[in-house]
């Protein structure tokens, strides 16, 4: 018999001599823990608010549910903690999940390298999947991540979820440009600010409901948007949800240049529980994380980015001349996936699903231009759209810029590019077994094509000598940027440090590897 109780938050640790010397932890987090067992039931998981809230805003809110009544805890007085409890359709197995899908909770940051969990997995219970498919788990997954996102939009609005039946002009108005996306961009996005007391004012994202309606919805729709992914093997649901959970570990991580590489903790019962207050927060990530309407659309970005892809480059499809590349002209592959994506969002049958999502037309407007921006950004082929992007960047986070109205706002839509960006090729900056795999499946992606007579050359012949050039002038100088910015905190160093190290790992072994990948496909077509 188990009874169990958790309290999320800072401890001091140290080892106690003696003849029994021992390892221990001390602080105001091990006594609430050691308090709350005295409440505990046998064979159940009791979590703080504290912890509550971290499993929330990692996407796991069905993994909670709040006890009855409050409890009595001595130094304390009275709580409202939850209990860990089984989901009624699934329960994640952590040892299974990604370390990326739980970064609110830094485990990243204690992992031992030699762990093999930080792939991007999602893995369940054989007694509690019911038979569900790993396409399937990777929906539920997503399903979660989004929801936790839209009860912190609910609650930023003050609980307001009405009819949204007098925006449908403006639904039918916006995004329906004629058929090209990318005219949509813009290098500024005025993003929603909040005054500190309205954010100090918000509910508890835990306690807002969104609805079964909504959620019905919004696992229909991303099971559509899962089902419009084609089977390749580098662009598939699967490396939509890998770059997901990379967004939102750099989301987590936002801080503001120039004041250190963490938010600020005003209070000592802040800096016990790890907390930050809301208004310091907003100052600090130039409006990204103290609007979760930003945050939601970046991350639904990610799930969309890549719907459709035909697997090969939008130069492929341009010579082709097919009917997608005769609409657009440029950034082909990525225009088509928004409009897809898009379009299917503003049918009927998502109505609850959107009035979760915004209230308003300017809300509406912005999560739009948000989700154009942020797919476009994932074209790092066209080198004019590139060399945009480096201007912009170079005038955002220049010493001599002046700091006119729109300056965190120029920031922050360049710094959600970048991440994006940085989040679509997030496996050449972690571990190697990562960096090999999606390697692997990218090259089978490109070689097939060229099998398949769609590519002029063949790509194994310098894939080895392509990929180092790919990280001295892309990955590397991608990694150095975010460091440089100061904006990512520690995932900048990170990303930099596994950059650099998988480019190393790669000279040596690369050669060989590109030689494995190559029989590995001729066997796959004897078979």
Same mark, same amino acid.
């Given at each position: 018999?188990?009874?169990?109780s958790?309290? @999320?938050?800072?401890?001091?640790?140290?080892?106690?001599?003696?003849?029994?010397?021992?390892?221990?932890?001390?602080?105001?987090?091990?006594? #609430?823990?050691?308090?709350?067992?005295?409440?505990?039931?046998?064979?159940?998981?009791?979590?703080?608010?504290?912890?509550?809230?971290?499993l #929330?805003?990692?996407g796991l809110?069905?993994?909670?549910?709040?006890?009855s009544?409050?409890?009595?805890?001595?130094?304390?007085?009275?709580?409202?903690?939850?209990?860990?409890?089984?989901?009624?359709?699934?329960?994640?197995?952590?040892?299974?999940?990604?370390?990326?899908?739980? #970064?609110?909770?830094?485990?990243?940051?204690?992992?031992?390298?030699?762990?093999?969990?930080?792939?991007?997995?999602?893995? %369940?219970?054989?007694?509690?999947?019911?038979?569900? #498919?790993?396409?399937?788990?990777?929906?539920?997954?997503?399903?979660?991540?989004?929801?936790s996102?839209?009860?912190?939009?609910?609650?930023?609005?003050?609980?307001?979820v009405?009819?949204?039946?007098?925006?449908?002009?403006?639904?039918?108005?916006?995004?329906?440009?004629g058929g090209?996306?990318?005219?949509e961009?813009?290098?500024?996005?005025?993003?929603?600010?909040?005054?500190?007391?309205?954010?100090?004012?918000?509910?508890?994202?835990?306690?807002?409901?969104?609805?079964?309606?909504?959620?019905?919805?919004?696992? @229909?729709?991303?099971?559509?948007?899962?089902?419009?992914?084609?089977?390749?093997?580098?662009?598939?649901?699967?490396?939509?949800?890998?770059?997901?959970?990379?967004?939102?570990?750099?989301?987590?991580?936002?801080?503001?240049?120039?004041?250190?590489?963490?938010?600020a903790?005003?209070?000592?019962?802040?800096?016990?529980?790890?907390?930050?207050?809301?208004?310091?927060?907003?100052?600090?990530?130039?409006?990204?994380?103290?609007?979760?309407?930003?945050?939601?659309?970046?991350?639904?970005?990610?799930?969309?980015?890549?719907?459709?892809?035909?697997?090969?480059?939008?130069?492929?499809?341009?010579?082709?001349?097919?009917?997608?590349?005769?609409?657009?002209?440029?950034s082909?592959?990525?225009?088509?996936?928004?409009?897809?994506?898009?379009?299917?969002?503003?049918?009927?049958?998502?109505?609850?699903?959107?009035?979760?999502?915004?209230?308003?037309?300017?809300?509406?407007?912005?999560?739009?231009?948000?989700?154009?921006?942020?797919?476009?950004?994932?074209?790092?082929?066209?080198?004019?759209?590139?060399?945009?992007?480096?201007?912009?960047?170079?005038?955002?986070?220049?010493?001599?810029?002046?700091?006119?109205?729109?300056?965190d706002?120029?920031?922050?839509?360049?710094?959600?590019?970048?991440?994006?960006?940085?989040?679509?090729?997030?496996?050449?900056?972690?571990h190697?077994?990562?960096?090999?795999?999606w390697?692997?499946?990218?090259?089978?992606?490109?070689?097939?094509?060229?099998?398949?007579?769609?590519a002029?050359?063949?790509? @194994?012949?310098?894939?080895?000598?392509?990929?180092?050039?790919f990280?001295?002038?892309?990955?590397?100088?991608?990694?150095?940027?975010?460091?440089?910015?100061?904006? %990512?905190?520690?995932?900048?160093?990170?990303?930099?440090?596994?950059?650099?190290?998988?480019?190393?790992?790669?000279?040596?072994e690369?050669?060989?590897?590109?030689?494995?990948?190559?029989?590995?496909?001729?066997? @796959?077509?004897?078979?």
């Open positions: 018999m188990l009874d169990i958790t309290c @999320s938050g800072q401890v001091t640790a140290g080892v106690l001599r003696g003849e029994r010397s021992r390892f221990q932890l001390f602080g105001d987090t091990m006594n #609430t823990a050691s308090r709350m067992e005295h409440s505990g039931e046998r064979n159940r998981i009791q979590l703080s608010q504290a912890t509550a809230d971290m #929330t805003e990692a809110a069905s993994w909670i549910t709040p006890r009544s409050r409890i009595y805890v001595k130094g304390k007085g009275d709580m409202q903690t939850y209990w860990l409890q089984k989901s009624k359709h699934r329960k994640a197995k952590l040892s299974d999940m990604s370390r990326d899908m739980l #970064t609110v909770a830094e485990a990243a940051e204690t992992e031992d390298e030699s762990e093999s969990n930080e792939e991007i997995e999602v893995g %369940f219970d054989g007694d509690t999947d019911q038979g569900m #498919t790993k396409l399937e788990r990777l929906v539920e997954w997503n399903v979660e991540v989004l929801a996102l839209l009860q912190q939009i609910i609650a930023s609005r003050g609980d307001v009405n009819d949204i039946a007098p925006l449908s002009n403006a639904e039918k108005r916006i995004g329906s440009g090209n996306v990318l005219d961009f813009t290098p500024i996005i005025p993003l929603k600010r909040f005054e500190a007391e309205d954010l100090r004012a918000r509910r508890r994202p835990s306690s807002i409901e969104i609805g079964d309606e909504a959620k019905s919805q919004l696992r @229909s729709y991303l099971s559509l948007i899962a089902g419009l992914y084609k089977d390749n093997p580098f662009h598939n649901f699967q490396h939509a949800s890998h770059v997901t959970a990379s967004v939102k570990k750099l989301l987590t991580r936002i801080v503001r240049f120039g004041e250190g590489n963490g938010l903790v005003n209070s000592e019962s802040q800096r016990r529980v790890g907390k930050v207050n809301l208004d310091d927060l907003a100052g600090h990530s130039y409006g990204i994380t103290s609007d979760p309407l930003t945050q939601f659309a970046v991350v639904f970005s990610a799930i969309i980015h890549d719907v459709d892809h035909p697997g090969v480059p939008n130069a492929q499809l341009v010579k082709e001349n097919t009917r997608n590349a005769q609409i657009y002209k440029k082909v592959a990525e225009q088509n996936s928004v409009e897809l994506a898009w379009d299917m969002l503003m049918s009927d049958e998502y109505s609850a699903l959107r009035a979760c999502i915004y209230q308003t037309e300017a809300d509406l407007q912005r999560f739009r231009q948000l989700v154009v921006n942020t797919v476009m950004a994932t074209d790092i082929v066209d080198k004019e759209l590139q060399a945009l992007r480096k201007k912009r960047w170079e005038i955002a986070f220049s010493n001599n810029q002046d700091q006119d109205e729109g300056h706002d120029r920031k922050a839509t360049i710094v959600i590019e970048h991440l994006i960006q940085a989040s679509d090729v997030s496996h050449t900056m972690q190697w077994h990562i960096y090999k795999e390697n692997e499946r990218f090259f089978m992606e490109c070689y097939g094509a060229y099998k398949a007579g769609r002029d050359s063949d790509p @194994s012949v310098n894939w080895y000598k392509g990929e180092i050039g990280f001295d002038f892309y990955v590397i100088p991608l990694a150095k940027k975010l460091a440089s910015c100061g904006v %990512f905190g520690v995932s900048s160093d990170e990303y930099l440090n596994y950059a650099n190290a998988n480019r190393e790992e790669w000279v040596r690369g050669g060989a590897l590109v030689e494995q990948y190559i029989a590995k496909f001729n066997k @796959s077509r004897q078979l």
